[in-house]
Structures are given as C-alpha cells and as structure tokens.
C-alpha cells in the first residue's frame, strides 16, 4: 500500500551527537515537509521541498538540516546545535507542489538524554 | 501575526454531540484543514473548507465563516474511539499551514 514510512519510531541520543531521522514515501507526491510538535503547541514547520534538489527552511530550521537527492526521501538531521530537540517529528507529503491535505508519516519521537 | 485559536480541552459524553470552535487570523486565505490525532500517533486529515458554508461528512461536519474567521468541527453520536486532539490549520495566501495547538477531547461513557 502507498504511504510514508519514518524511522526509527523511537530514538534516543546523548548531547552532542548528530542523529538522522528517515522520512520514505511511495506515493509519488512532490512536496514535503517536516515538522516538530510539542506538548501544547501547533505543528511546527522545520524544512520542507516541493522538487528535488530543493529545500526551504520553515519557522525553526536552526539546528536542522534536510536534503532531497530523490522524490522519495526526504531525511532530517537534527544536529548537535539544536538546544532542545526531545519532541515528536512528523515527515508529510501533498501531491502538487503546494497547498492540499498532508499524508502524515506515523512520526518519530526523539528523546535527548 | 498570523494566529490560530481552539480551546485546550473539552469534555463530553458518549452518543451526545460537541462542537470544536477555531479562530484565524492568516495572510491571505487559501483553506481550513480539521486533523485529527490520536496520542502519540499522526494527524488524520478530517476535513477541508475553502467555501462559507457548512461541510457534512458522516458523524463529522465542518463550517467555515470567512468573513469572521472562524470555523468550527462538529462530532454527533460520540464514541469512545473519538477521544483525540483535533487539529485546525489554516493555509495562509503562501499556501503554508498555520496550526493550532489542538483541542484534546475526552469522553466520558
């Protein structure tokens, strides 16, 4: 079935290292996007690429870092500069290049020890 | 700014019915996305409104009030299974999502 598959679902990393969260999707959609969510507050958008080869920064890409070599795939690095990454990510994706209903991913929770 | 408003929680009964309010102010409009999500879980796309009007899907309807910036989501015959948060987003004239910060709903048999 079509979708979009983030991994790992859970991951915990110690301060200072760099982790890379997968973001996969089969449903030959241009545009996507990531985003972080915390207790209490909106969806936050990090990075997101309507074409390959290209990617803007959303409202909080400091500490983050994207790439989109493939239509499929769009994996986010949370960097060591990010001072407060324990959150839940979400990868989503629309068909066109922009506006539309998002396909989420079922998220990645990332937990800094 | 740009600026979404919902309720933190509300409460309600199973089989009644609750309506999920949502205030906007955005750069432009292009549309009002309701999600919903379970916790610890993706949003599911509920439902979209780019017209004034009122929107019927099944259980689950819509209502969008462009002139006031307002929408709201309605939930007749309530079941368990629709204790979650709902999420409402409005896609500014960039075509960018502003979200709220959800309203968790729970209900009680």
């Known amino acids: 079935d079509g979708g979009i598959t983030q991994s790992p679902k859970y991951l915990f990393r110690k301060e200072g290292q760099n982790v890379t969260l997968s973001c996969e999707q089969n449903?030959?959609?241009?545009?996507m996007y990531w985003y972080r969510q915390d207790p209490g507050q909106g969806l936050r958008l990090i990075y997101y690429?309507?074409?390959?080869?290209?990617?803007q920064k959303g409202d909080i890409a400091e500490g983050y870092s994207v790439s989109r070599e493939k239509k499929e795939s769009f994996p986010l690095t949370v960097t060591s500069a990010q001072k407060n990454p324990t959150a839940f990510y979400l990868c989503?994706?629309?068909?066109?290049?922009?506006?539309?209903?998002?396909?989420f991913g079922e998220g990645s929770r990332l937990t800094v020890l | 700014g740009q600026n979404i408003d919902q309720p933190t929680e509300m409460t309600a009964t199973e089989g009644a019915i609750v309506q999920i309010n949502c205030t906007y102010q955005?750069?432009?409009?292009?549309?009002l996305f309701w999600y919903q999500q379970h916790a610890g879980e993706a949003p599911t796309f509920l439902s979209y409104?780019?017209l004034d009007g009122l929107e019927e899907k099944g259980r689950f309807s819509s209502f969008l009030s462009r002139s006031k910036g307002y929408s709201y989501l309605l939930l007749k015959e309530l079941q368990m299974k629709d204790s979650a948060s709902y999420l409402c987003?409005?896609?500014?004239?960039?075509?960018?999502?502003?979200w709220g910060a959800g309203t968790k709903l729970i209900i009680k048999p």
């Open positions: 989503a994706s629309i068909p066109g290049g922009h506006g539309g209903e998002l396909f």
């Open positions: 449903l030959n959609h241009d545009a």
């Open positions: 690429s309507q074409i390959v080869n290209d990617f």
């Open positions: 955005t750069s432009g409009f292009n549309g």
């Open positions: 409104n780019v």
């Open positions: 987003a409005a896609m500014d004239s960039n075509y960018q999502l502003i």
